[in-house]
């Protein structure tokens, strides 16, 4: 919440974050979640208040210093408006002439200069800026009237001539709950309606999900986890316990879509000592790495069991890809957990044979090591994150955002 914004009981104190049920939001912490995540964000404001305006510059800044995977979307404009938002991104046009073109007064009405930072920080760092909205005459008809006061012609042209419609549909997956199959025949009958009947005539299949993923309940105290059984666990409670990663792990860990899951702490705790463990290992062989010394005959000698390690990520990598593509995310780990183990057991045979690592030995466990922090990011993306930066990488923030591909082993591997 802006610092000095008007508040209710409800409401954070001025300058904080908190959840849905108001504990307090580290705001860093926050952020960077959600620039991780991708998510759609929400900033609303009364229109009025230049404190709330402040807090979305403010909020919209450090989500740009986190990604530029960004998009800005505002209500304040109709979609008939949209070439002139892109005009002004690309810098075509006078603040006074962008405000005139978008009929600023008779659309919109407030206060030009409390949102022109907004449209100035779109401008300086290409943010494109999205037309949300409809026209205003058709919001206040509708909210006079009901949603019946649409004009047939107003409902084609706002939901089915809109220029993504065809980009988001079908979708690619539908993933819900086992008890949402009469949600899913709703919507399989409507879409083929409106495939019959024209509007979705570009769908041959009449299907709105080009597939669908039916999980399991959560089981507590032998019945259905449910808020109104109040049988819930509390994952704030968890997560400041154990960390965010720990809980996300230890859920997709513990069982897998189609099997229903009786909770209890062990998946917790398993994934809990695994991240430990993980941090711990990386760490000191990042570390470590810059203090071993290369012996051409000891290397030589050991080449073999490289040979093994890259055999074992390439492997494990393509059973991980495998697992995550299918959804299988309890596979997945699984299969992540084994990689950490193969990495350990490569460092215990070298020390078995030649009583400590060779340079080329150390820097191969190091590449094999990054290689299992690609594929852990999307489970664990703080950990993951930390450790890839960690590793003194000078492309880490690249290689956290991508997935790690098999014909890169060899050539990551045969170069360290």
Not at 6 to 20: E, M, P
Request: some cysteine; overall charge negative.
């Amino acid at each position: 919440m802006p610092a000095g914004a008007q508040t209710n009981a409800a409401c954070s104190t001025y300058g904080n974050w908190i959840d849905g049920a108001g504990k307090a939001i580290d705001g860093k912490d926050l952020v960077r979640d959600l620039a991780g995540r991708s998510a759609v964000v929400l900033l609303g404001e009364s229109h009025t208040s230049p404190d709330h305006h402040a807090w979305q510059m403010q909020t919209v800044a450090a989500l740009r210093g986190r990604t530029d995977n960004m998009v800005l979307g505002f209500e304040s404009f109709p979609r008939r408006l949209q070439g002139v938002l892109d005009d002004w991104v690309a810098g075509k046009l006078s603040a006074d002439a962008f405000l005139n073109a978008v009929e600023w007064r008779r659309v919109w009405g407030y206060d030009a200069a409390l949102y022109m930072p907004l449209f100035q920080f779109a401008r300086l760092n290409r943010i494109p800026m999205v037309a949300l909205n409809v026209e205003r005459s058709l919001v206040s008809r509708v909210g006079r009237e009901g949603w019946a006061a649409v004009p047939p012609e107003a409902r084609a042209e706002q939901m089915f001539t809109h220029p993504h419609l065809q980009h988001w549909l079908p979708a690619e997956r539908l993933v819900a709950g086992g008890d949402s199959g009469g949600f899913v025949f709703d919507q399989r009958i409507v879409t083929k309606a409106l495939r019959d009947h024209g509007e979705f005539a570009f769908m041959a299949d009449g299907e709105p999900f080009a597939g669908c993923l039916f999980h399991e309940m959560v089981i507590a105290d032998g019945r259905k986890m449910s808020k109104h059984l109040g049988n819930v666990v509390d994952p704030d409670e968890l997560v400041a316990r154990y960390g965010a990663d720990t809980i996300r792990l230890a859920v997709l860990y513990a069982a897998g879509p189609a099997k229903t899951l009786n909770w209890s702490d062990g998946a917790v705790k398993f994934a809990n000592r695994f991240l430990r463990n993980l941090w711990t290992y990386c760490q000191d062989r990042f570390a470590a790495l810059d203090g071993h010394a290369h012996d051409p005959e000891a290397a030589a000698d050991t080449e073999h069991m490289r040979d093994r390690l890259r055999k074992w990520c390439e492997n494990g990598l393509e059973r991980i890809t495998e697992d995550t593509a299918e959804l299988q995310m309890h596979k997945a780990i699984r299969n992540l957990t084994r990689l950490f183990e193969r990495i350990q057991d490569f460092e215990k045979r070298v020390v078995q044979r030649r009583e400590q690592l060779d340079r080329a030995d150390a820097e191969a466990q190091v590449a094999a090591l990054i290689l299992l922090l690609q594929a852990l990011a999307p489970f664990a993306p703080h950990l993951a994150e930390e450790l890839l930066i960690a590793s003194g990488r000078e492309d880490a923030r690249e290689l956290f955002e991508s997935w790690p591909e098999t014909a890169a082993i060899e050539k990551r591997l045969s170069n360290a």
